[in-house]
Protein backbone atom coordinates (compact mmCIF):
# COMPACT_ATOMS: atom_id res chain seq x y z
CA UNK A 1 0.00 0.00 0.00
CA UNK A 2 1.41 3.30 -0.60
CA UNK A 3 2.59 5.63 2.24
CA UNK A 4 2.17 9.33 1.47
CA UNK A 5 3.72 10.15 4.46
CA UNK A 6 7.27 8.28 3.63
CA UNK A 7 10.14 10.73 3.26
CA UNK A 8 10.80 9.94 -0.40
CA UNK A 9 7.07 10.48 -1.57
CA UNK A 10 6.86 13.46 0.08
CA UNK A 11 10.44 14.58 -1.69
CA UNK A 12 8.65 14.02 -5.20
CA UNK A 13 5.77 16.11 -4.12
CA UNK A 14 8.26 18.67 -2.95
CA UNK A 15 9.88 18.76 -5.87
CA UNK A 16 6.81 19.09 -8.06
CA UNK A 17 5.06 21.71 -6.38
CA UNK A 18 8.30 23.59 -6.71
CA UNK A 19 8.81 23.11 -10.45
CA UNK A 20 5.45 24.58 -10.75
CA UNK A 21 5.94 27.40 -9.16
CA UNK A 22 9.04 27.54 -11.42
CA UNK A 23 9.57 27.71 -15.48
CA UNK A 24 12.19 24.90 -14.29
CA UNK A 25 11.73 21.04 -15.56
CA UNK A 26 12.65 18.43 -13.31
CA UNK A 27 12.96 14.91 -14.44
CA UNK A 28 10.83 12.15 -12.53
CA UNK A 29 10.68 8.20 -13.20
CA UNK A 30 7.32 6.83 -13.84
CA UNK A 31 7.26 5.55 -10.60
CA UNK A 32 7.62 8.70 -8.77
CA UNK A 33 4.96 9.93 -11.29
CA UNK A 34 2.26 7.40 -10.46
CA UNK A 35 2.86 7.93 -6.71
CA UNK A 36 2.41 11.86 -7.04
CA UNK A 37 -0.78 11.24 -9.57
CA UNK A 38 -2.33 8.90 -6.74
CA UNK A 39 -1.98 11.55 -4.18
CA UNK A 40 -3.40 14.05 -5.50
CA UNK A 41 -6.26 11.91 -6.57
CA UNK A 42 -6.51 10.56 -3.42
CA UNK A 43 -6.56 13.82 -1.61
CA UNK A 44 -9.10 15.33 -4.29
CA UNK A 45 -6.87 17.62 -5.53
CA UNK A 46 -8.00 16.47 -9.06
CA UNK A 47 -6.29 19.45 -11.37
CA UNK A 48 -2.95 18.49 -9.61
CA UNK A 49 -3.36 15.21 -10.36
CA UNK A 50 -3.95 15.99 -13.98
CA UNK A 51 -1.09 18.46 -14.57
CA UNK A 52 1.07 15.82 -12.71
CA UNK A 53 -0.58 13.33 -15.96
CA UNK A 54 0.04 14.99 -18.54
CA UNK A 55 3.88 15.84 -17.55
CA UNK A 56 4.04 12.20 -16.93
CA UNK A 57 3.18 11.03 -20.56
CA UNK A 58 5.17 13.06 -21.77
CA UNK A 59 8.32 11.99 -20.06
CA UNK A 60 7.38 8.37 -20.10
CA UNK A 61 4.96 7.78 -23.33
CA UNK A 62 5.08 4.23 -23.00
CA UNK A 63 4.20 3.63 -19.20
CA UNK A 64 1.16 1.39 -18.98
CA UNK A 65 0.62 2.31 -15.29
CA UNK A 66 0.54 6.05 -16.11
CA UNK A 67 -2.01 4.88 -19.26
CA UNK A 68 -4.30 3.65 -16.80
CA UNK A 69 -4.44 6.30 -14.22
CA UNK A 70 -5.10 8.79 -17.18
CA UNK A 71 -8.26 6.30 -18.29
CA UNK A 72 -8.98 6.67 -14.42
CA UNK A 73 -9.58 10.24 -14.50
CA UNK A 74 -11.28 9.87 -17.92
CA UNK A 75 -13.98 7.77 -16.06
CA UNK A 76 -14.39 10.46 -13.14
CA UNK A 77 -14.76 12.89 -15.72
CA UNK A 78 -17.27 11.18 -17.32
CA UNK A 79 -15.36 10.62 -20.81
CA UNK A 80 -16.15 7.23 -20.81
CA UNK A 81 -15.06 6.49 -24.57
CA UNK A 82 -11.77 8.04 -24.19
CA UNK A 83 -11.04 5.87 -21.08
CA UNK A 84 -12.64 2.87 -23.06
CA UNK A 85 -10.06 3.35 -25.91
CA UNK A 86 -7.21 4.03 -23.40
CA UNK A 87 -7.94 0.28 -21.77
CA UNK A 88 -8.33 -1.27 -25.13
CA UNK A 89 -4.62 -0.18 -25.93
CA UNK A 90 -3.24 -1.04 -22.72
CA UNK A 91 -4.96 -4.24 -22.72
CA UNK A 92 -3.42 -5.19 -25.91
CA UNK A 93 0.14 -5.62 -23.60
CA UNK A 94 -1.28 -6.44 -20.64
CA UNK A 95 -4.42 -8.70 -21.57
CA UNK A 96 -4.39 -10.02 -17.80
CA UNK A 97 -4.89 -7.00 -15.53
CA UNK A 98 -7.06 -6.41 -13.26
CA UNK A 99 -7.40 -3.60 -13.29
CA UNK A 100 -8.10 -3.10 -16.80
CA UNK A 101 -11.24 -5.22 -15.92
CA UNK A 102 -12.39 -3.34 -12.68
CA UNK A 103 -12.11 0.19 -14.54
CA UNK A 104 -14.86 -1.71 -17.50
CA UNK A 105 -16.81 -2.83 -15.13
CA UNK A 106 -17.03 1.06 -13.83
CA UNK A 107 -17.41 2.41 -16.85
CA UNK A 108 -20.41 -0.51 -17.75
CA UNK A 109 -21.73 0.85 -14.01
CA UNK A 110 -21.43 3.80 -14.62
CA UNK A 111 -23.19 3.81 -17.67
CA UNK A 112 -25.96 1.47 -16.18
CA UNK A 113 -24.91 -1.54 -17.92
CA UNK A 114 -25.00 -3.73 -14.76
CA UNK A 115 -24.83 -7.30 -16.84
CA UNK A 116 -21.41 -6.16 -19.00
CA UNK A 117 -20.15 -4.72 -15.16
CA UNK A 118 -21.00 -7.58 -13.70
CA UNK A 119 -19.02 -10.07 -16.49
CA UNK A 120 -16.10 -7.96 -16.31
CA UNK A 121 -16.17 -7.96 -12.56
CA UNK A 122 -16.15 -11.67 -12.64
CA UNK A 123 -13.04 -11.74 -15.04
CA UNK A 124 -11.15 -9.30 -12.07
CA UNK A 125 -12.46 -11.74 -9.32
CA UNK A 126 -10.16 -14.68 -11.65
CA UNK A 127 -7.28 -12.13 -11.68
CA UNK A 128 -7.00 -10.80 -8.19
CA UNK A 129 -5.12 -12.69 -5.29
CA UNK A 130 -7.53 -10.44 -3.02
CA UNK A 131 -11.10 -10.88 -3.88
CA UNK A 132 -13.12 -9.12 -0.93
CA UNK A 133 -13.41 -5.75 -2.58
CA UNK A 134 -14.14 -7.29 -5.67
CA UNK A 135 -17.02 -9.40 -4.11
CA UNK A 136 -18.37 -6.00 -2.46
CA UNK A 137 -18.63 -4.29 -6.08
CA UNK A 138 -20.33 -7.91 -7.52
CA UNK A 139 -22.72 -7.32 -4.73
CA UNK A 140 -23.52 -3.95 -5.42
CA UNK A 141 -24.06 -4.60 -9.00
CA UNK A 142 -26.63 -7.11 -8.82
CA UNK A 143 -28.21 -5.02 -5.64
CA UNK A 144 -28.34 -1.80 -8.39
CA UNK A 145 -29.43 -4.24 -11.11
CA UNK A 146 -31.91 -5.81 -8.20
CA UNK A 147 -30.66 -9.48 -8.66
CA UNK A 148 -30.79 -9.36 -4.47
CA UNK A 149 -30.36 -13.05 -3.91
CA UNK A 150 -27.21 -12.75 -6.36
CA UNK A 151 -26.33 -9.99 -4.22
CA UNK A 152 -26.89 -11.66 -1.14
CA UNK A 153 -23.98 -14.38 -2.31
CA UNK A 154 -21.48 -11.49 -2.45
CA UNK A 155 -22.60 -9.45 0.45
CA UNK A 156 -22.50 -12.87 3.07
CA UNK A 157 -18.64 -13.46 1.45
CA UNK A 158 -17.56 -10.08 2.43
CA UNK A 159 -18.85 -10.56 5.99
CA UNK A 160 -17.67 -14.14 6.46
CA UNK A 161 -14.05 -13.11 5.67
CA UNK A 162 -14.57 -9.65 7.70
CA UNK A 163 -17.52 -9.84 10.40
CA UNK A 164 -17.04 -5.97 10.99
CA UNK A 165 -17.56 -5.02 7.60
CA UNK A 166 -20.60 -3.45 8.45
CA UNK A 167 -21.56 -1.31 4.98
CA UNK A 168 -21.81 -5.19 3.45
CA UNK A 169 -23.89 -5.97 6.88
CA UNK A 170 -26.65 -3.32 6.06
CA UNK A 171 -26.52 -4.26 1.98
CA UNK A 172 -26.98 -7.96 2.67
CA UNK A 173 -30.02 -6.29 5.20
CA UNK A 174 -31.77 -4.36 2.54
CA UNK A 175 -31.51 -7.31 0.13
CA UNK A 176 -32.99 -10.26 2.48
CA UNK A 177 -35.80 -6.77 3.14
CA UNK A 178 -36.80 -6.72 -0.41
CA UNK A 179 -36.63 -10.47 -0.66
CA UNK A 180 -39.54 -10.84 2.24
CA UNK A 181 -36.38 -12.95 4.15
CA UNK A 182 -36.66 -11.70 7.54
CA UNK A 183 -35.88 -14.94 8.76
CA UNK A 184 -32.50 -15.32 6.84
CA UNK A 185 -31.89 -11.91 7.83
CA UNK A 186 -32.20 -13.03 12.04
CA UNK A 187 -29.96 -16.06 10.13
CA UNK A 188 -27.37 -13.76 9.48
CA UNK A 189 -27.17 -11.83 12.44
CA UNK A 190 -27.00 -14.53 14.59
CA UNK A 191 -24.14 -16.13 12.77
CA UNK A 192 -22.52 -12.62 13.69
CA UNK A 193 -22.96 -12.90 17.37
CA UNK A 194 -21.73 -16.41 17.59
CA UNK A 195 -18.96 -14.87 16.08
CA UNK A 196 -19.16 -11.78 18.30
CA UNK A 197 -20.93 -11.83 21.29
CA UNK A 198 -20.49 -7.79 22.19
CA UNK A 199 -21.12 -6.33 18.29
CA UNK A 200 -23.76 -4.01 19.30
CA UNK A 201 -24.27 -3.27 15.22
CA UNK A 202 -25.48 -6.82 14.86
CA UNK A 203 -27.71 -6.72 18.08
CA UNK A 204 -29.19 -3.00 16.85
CA UNK A 205 -30.47 -4.71 13.84
CA UNK A 206 -31.51 -7.27 14.95
CA UNK A 207 -33.67 -5.49 17.30
CA UNK A 208 -35.40 -3.20 14.59
CA UNK A 209 -35.93 -6.69 12.90
CA UNK A 210 -37.85 -8.47 16.10
CA UNK A 211 -39.65 -4.68 16.56
CA UNK A 212 -41.27 -4.66 12.60
CA UNK A 213 -42.37 -8.43 12.94
CA UNK A 214 -44.42 -7.37 16.29
CA UNK A 215 -41.91 -9.29 18.85
CA UNK A 216 -41.53 -6.11 21.41
CA UNK A 217 -40.24 -8.30 24.03
CA UNK A 218 -37.41 -10.36 22.17
CA UNK A 219 -36.88 -6.43 20.60
CA UNK A 220 -36.62 -4.72 23.97
CA UNK A 221 -33.60 -7.96 24.78
CA UNK A 222 -31.96 -6.85 21.49
CA UNK A 223 -31.65 -3.36 22.17
CA UNK A 224 -30.23 -3.79 25.41
CA UNK A 225 -27.84 -5.98 24.63
CA UNK A 226 -26.57 -3.68 22.10
CA UNK A 227 -26.74 -1.23 24.93
CA UNK A 228 -24.40 -3.65 27.37
CA UNK A 229 -21.91 -3.94 24.42
CA UNK A 230 -21.84 -0.24 24.03
CA UNK A 231 -23.43 2.01 26.45
CA UNK A 232 -22.83 5.28 24.22
CA UNK A 233 -24.45 3.52 21.44
CA UNK A 234 -27.36 6.24 21.07
CA UNK A 235 -29.37 4.41 17.99
CA UNK A 236 -29.89 1.64 20.59
CA UNK A 237 -31.40 4.57 23.15
CA UNK A 238 -33.61 5.65 20.60
CA UNK A 239 -35.23 2.14 19.13
CA UNK A 240 -35.30 0.86 22.88
CA UNK A 241 -37.24 3.95 23.37
CA UNK A 242 -39.61 3.36 20.17
CA UNK A 243 -40.42 -0.64 22.09
CA UNK A 244 -41.03 1.48 25.04
CA UNK A 245 -43.30 3.32 23.96
CA UNK A 246 -45.43 0.54 22.03
CA UNK A 247 -45.52 -1.09 25.51
CA UNK A 248 -46.69 2.02 27.21
CA UNK A 249 -43.75 2.35 29.18
CA UNK A 250 -43.44 6.28 28.60
CA UNK A 251 -41.73 7.11 31.06
CA UNK A 252 -39.10 4.80 30.77
CA UNK A 253 -39.41 5.50 27.23
CA UNK A 254 -38.34 9.26 27.98
CA UNK A 255 -35.77 8.53 29.94
CA UNK A 256 -34.05 6.31 26.92
CA UNK A 257 -34.92 9.44 24.40
CA UNK A 258 -32.94 11.62 27.08
CA UNK A 259 -30.27 9.87 27.40
CA UNK A 260 -29.47 10.49 23.84
CA UNK A 261 -29.66 14.15 24.32
CA UNK A 262 -26.64 13.69 26.69
CA UNK A 263 -24.06 12.49 23.89
CA UNK A 264 -25.58 13.87 20.98
CA UNK A 265 -26.70 17.02 19.78
CA UNK A 266 -30.19 17.90 19.98
CA UNK A 267 -32.51 16.85 16.87
CA UNK A 268 -36.05 17.28 15.56
CA UNK A 269 -36.73 13.56 15.99
CA UNK A 270 -35.46 13.19 19.77
CA UNK A 271 -37.22 16.36 20.68
CA UNK A 272 -40.51 15.99 18.95
CA UNK A 273 -40.37 11.67 19.97
CA UNK A 274 -39.68 13.49 23.82
CA UNK A 275 -42.36 15.80 23.09
CA UNK A 276 -45.16 13.00 21.59
CA UNK A 277 -44.26 11.07 25.08
CA UNK A 278 -45.47 13.98 27.38
CA UNK A 279 -48.50 14.84 24.95
CA UNK A 280 -49.46 10.85 26.05
CA UNK A 281 -48.88 11.40 29.93
CA UNK A 282 -51.39 14.47 29.51
CA UNK A 283 -47.93 16.65 30.44
CA UNK A 284 -49.24 19.27 27.76
CA UNK A 285 -47.02 22.48 28.75
CA UNK A 286 -43.90 20.15 28.32
CA UNK A 287 -45.29 18.42 25.38
CA UNK A 288 -45.93 22.09 23.81
CA UNK A 289 -42.18 22.85 24.87
CA UNK A 290 -40.25 19.88 23.13
CA UNK A 291 -42.38 20.44 20.26
CA UNK A 292 -41.27 23.86 19.93
CA UNK A 293 -37.44 23.15 20.81
CA UNK A 294 -37.58 20.50 17.52
CA UNK A 295 -38.19 23.20 14.66
CA UNK A 296 -35.99 25.85 16.51
CA UNK A 297 -33.00 22.83 16.14
CA UNK A 298 -34.28 21.69 12.68
CA UNK A 299 -36.73 24.72 11.04
CA UNK A 300 -36.63 22.61 7.47
CA UNK A 301 -37.79 19.49 9.52
CA UNK A 302 -41.53 19.70 7.67
CA UNK A 303 -42.60 16.17 10.46
CA UNK A 304 -41.72 18.96 13.25
CA UNK A 305 -43.73 21.64 11.88
CA UNK A 306 -46.44 19.25 11.30
CA UNK A 307 -46.71 17.44 15.26
CA UNK A 308 -46.39 21.12 16.31
CA UNK A 309 -49.52 22.49 14.33
CA UNK A 310 -51.55 19.14 15.08
CA UNK A 311 -51.01 19.76 18.90
CA UNK A 312 -52.73 23.13 18.40
CA UNK A 313 -55.40 21.53 16.90
CA UNK A 314 -55.87 19.26 19.25
CA UNK A 315 -56.02 21.67 22.05
CA UNK A 316 -58.64 23.73 20.10
CA UNK A 317 -55.96 26.38 19.30
CA UNK A 318 -56.77 27.96 15.48
CA UNK A 319 -55.39 30.45 15.62
CA UNK A 320 -51.65 29.16 16.90
CA UNK A 321 -51.99 26.42 14.25
CA UNK A 322 -52.62 28.82 11.21
CA UNK A 323 -49.69 31.00 12.83
CA UNK A 324 -47.60 27.75 12.66
CA UNK A 325 -48.25 26.52 9.39
CA UNK A 326 -47.63 30.10 7.66
CA UNK A 327 -43.88 29.95 9.36
CA UNK A 328 -43.38 26.06 8.51
CA UNK A 329 -44.50 27.02 4.89
CA UNK A 330 -41.82 29.84 3.86
CA UNK A 331 -39.25 27.89 5.36
CA UNK A 332 -40.68 24.41 3.77
CA UNK A 333 -42.21 26.33 0.95
CA UNK A 334 -42.04 23.01 -1.63
CA UNK A 335 -43.03 20.59 0.87
CA UNK A 336 -46.15 18.11 0.05
CA UNK A 337 -46.90 17.51 3.72
CA UNK A 338 -47.73 20.95 4.88
CA UNK A 339 -48.96 22.01 1.80
CA UNK A 340 -51.67 18.87 2.73
CA UNK A 341 -51.72 19.84 6.49
CA UNK A 342 -52.58 23.45 5.18
CA UNK A 343 -55.43 21.84 3.35
CA UNK A 344 -56.64 19.72 5.88
CA UNK A 345 -56.61 22.91 8.14
CA UNK A 346 -58.25 25.23 6.19
CA UNK A 347 -61.27 22.20 5.60
CA UNK A 348 -61.43 22.12 9.47
CA UNK A 349 -61.99 25.79 9.67
CA UNK A 350 -63.99 25.92 6.49
CA UNK A 351 -62.16 28.11 4.63
CA UNK A 352 -62.83 26.46 0.78
CA UNK A 353 -61.10 28.84 -0.98
CA UNK A 354 -57.96 28.63 0.86
CA UNK A 355 -58.37 24.81 0.76
CA UNK A 356 -58.33 24.80 -2.68
CA UNK A 357 -55.17 26.45 -3.14
CA UNK A 358 -53.55 24.53 -0.80
CA UNK A 359 -55.05 21.54 -3.54
CA UNK A 360 -53.59 23.23 -6.11
CA UNK A 361 -50.27 23.74 -4.49
CA UNK A 362 -50.43 20.07 -4.14
CA UNK A 363 -50.60 19.36 -7.57
CA UNK A 364 -48.19 21.65 -8.75
CA UNK A 365 -45.39 19.82 -6.60
CA UNK A 366 -46.28 17.05 -8.43
CA UNK A 367 -49.01 15.36 -6.06
CA UNK A 368 -51.12 14.91 -9.10
CA UNK A 369 -53.13 11.18 -7.34
CA UNK A 370 -56.93 10.68 -7.84
CA UNK A 371 -57.61 11.52 -4.49
CA UNK A 372 -56.39 15.06 -4.65
CA UNK A 373 -57.83 15.79 -7.79
CA UNK A 374 -61.50 14.51 -6.64
CA UNK A 375 -60.40 17.01 -3.08
CA UNK A 376 -60.22 20.01 -5.48
CA UNK A 377 -63.12 19.24 -7.57
CA UNK A 378 -65.16 18.84 -4.64
CA UNK A 379 -64.42 21.88 -2.99
CA UNK A 380 -64.57 24.03 -6.54
CA UNK A 381 -68.09 21.81 -7.28
CA UNK A 382 -69.22 23.27 -3.47
CA UNK A 383 -68.75 27.15 -3.91
CA UNK A 384 -70.21 26.82 -7.78
CA UNK A 385 -66.72 27.40 -9.68
CA UNK A 386 -67.82 25.57 -12.78
CA UNK A 387 -65.43 26.95 -14.97
CA UNK A 388 -62.35 25.92 -13.16
CA UNK A 389 -63.84 22.94 -12.29
CA UNK A 390 -64.20 21.76 -15.30
CA UNK A 391 -60.73 22.74 -16.58
CA UNK A 392 -59.36 20.24 -13.47
CA UNK A 393 -61.70 17.82 -14.72
CA UNK A 394 -60.42 18.03 -18.57
CA UNK A 395 -56.95 17.25 -17.47
CA UNK A 396 -57.81 14.95 -14.79
CA UNK A 397 -60.07 12.73 -17.53
CA UNK A 398 -56.53 12.49 -19.51
CA UNK A 399 -54.75 11.09 -16.77
CA UNK A 400 -56.92 9.15 -15.35
CA UNK A 401 -59.14 7.28 -18.23
CA UNK A 402 -62.04 5.91 -17.84
CA UNK A 403 -62.15 6.69 -13.93
CA UNK A 404 -66.07 7.02 -13.08
CA UNK A 405 -65.61 9.41 -10.54
CA UNK A 406 -63.85 12.07 -12.63
CA UNK A 407 -66.27 11.72 -15.53
CA UNK A 408 -69.46 11.93 -13.06
CA UNK A 409 -68.01 15.27 -12.46
CA UNK A 410 -66.67 16.03 -15.50
CA UNK A 411 -70.36 15.36 -16.88
CA UNK A 412 -71.88 17.51 -14.37
CA UNK A 413 -69.49 20.49 -15.42
CA UNK A 414 -70.70 20.25 -18.89
CA UNK A 415 -74.31 20.15 -18.13
CA UNK A 416 -74.12 23.23 -15.53
CA UNK A 417 -72.09 25.34 -18.16
CA UNK A 418 -74.67 24.23 -21.15
CA UNK A 419 -72.24 22.25 -23.42
CA UNK A 420 -74.87 19.45 -24.04
CA UNK A 421 -72.54 18.05 -27.04
CA UNK A 422 -69.72 17.73 -24.85
CA UNK A 423 -71.72 16.04 -22.13
CA UNK A 424 -73.02 13.40 -24.17
CA UNK A 425 -69.84 12.28 -24.70
CA UNK A 426 -68.10 11.91 -21.67
CA UNK A 427 -70.83 8.87 -20.29
CA UNK A 428 -74.28 7.38 -20.56
CA UNK A 429 -75.81 7.93 -17.24
CA UNK A 430 -77.84 4.81 -17.80
CA UNK A 431 -74.29 2.59 -17.43
CA UNK A 432 -74.34 4.19 -14.16
CA UNK A 433 -75.22 2.30 -10.76
CA UNK A 434 -77.99 3.87 -8.38
CA UNK A 435 -75.04 4.46 -6.18
CA UNK A 436 -73.01 6.71 -9.30
CA UNK A 437 -75.89 8.46 -9.93
CA UNK A 438 -76.80 9.22 -5.91
CA UNK A 439 -73.22 10.49 -6.12
CA UNK A 440 -73.81 12.59 -9.61
CA UNK A 441 -76.99 14.55 -7.98
CA UNK A 442 -75.07 15.10 -4.24
CA UNK A 443 -72.78 16.91 -6.12
CA UNK A 444 -75.06 18.88 -8.52
CA UNK A 445 -78.50 18.88 -6.83
CA UNK A 446 -79.61 21.59 -9.53
CA UNK A 447 -79.65 19.41 -12.55
CA UNK A 448 -82.54 16.73 -13.62
CA UNK A 449 -82.35 13.49 -14.66
Given amino acids: MLNYNSEEIQSSISKFEKMLKTNLIFFFDAQEFEDIIIHYLG?????????????????????????LLQSEVFIMDEKYE????????????????????LQKASIASKKGDHPTAIECLHLALELSEDPIEIWNLLGMEHLLAEEYQNAVYFFKNCISENPDDYPSLYNLLFCYEQLDQDDLAIEALNEILEEDPYCEVAWHHLGKLFFNAGKMKEALSAFDFAIISDDTFSGAYIEKGK??????????????????????????????????????LGNQSLALRYFLKSIKVEPGNEKGWEKLID????????????????????????????????????????????????????????????????????LQLELSRWEEALSVAEEAN?????????????????LQLQKSKQAESVLNWDSLTEDQKEEFKSLFPKLKF
Avoid at 55 to 67: A, V, Y
Fill in 43 to 67: NGENQLAKKALKMGLEQHPSSLEIM
Fill in 82 to 101: AALELLEYVEKFTPFDEEIA
Fill in 243 to 280: VLEHLGRTNEAIENYEYVLTTEEPNAFILMSIGKCHEK
Fill in 311 to 378: FYLSVGNDKKAKFHLKNALEINSDSILLWQKSAELYLHLKKYEKAIAAYLQLLNLGLYDLETVLNVLN
Fill in 398 to 414: STFPDTIAIQIRLLGCY
